[in-house]
């Protein structure tokens, strides 16, 4: 299992920052996240499920 953390998603993903991060997640509009201990970790394949899924004008 490939986990992430928001560090890691704003290095991978040039523009967002650890608040887009933790906004997207408090609001609920973020990928599921996996909580171990107060680390809020995201897993490679639900990011990548959600960001196919943010996606505009696929055909």
């Known amino acids: 299992m490939d986990l992430l953390t928001p560090e890691d998603l704003c290095e991978m993903i040039p523009g967002t920052s650890v608040w887009t991060w933790t906004r997207l997640y408090t609001t609920g ?3 599921r996240v ?3 201990g107060r680390a809020r ?3 490679r394949a639900d990011v ?3 960001l196919d899924a943010q996606r505009e004008g696929v055909a």
């Open 34 to 36: 996996t909580r171990v």
């Open 48 to 50: 990548e499920a959600w």
């Open 29 to 31: 509009r973020g990928p």
């Open 41 to 43: 970790l995201y897993r």
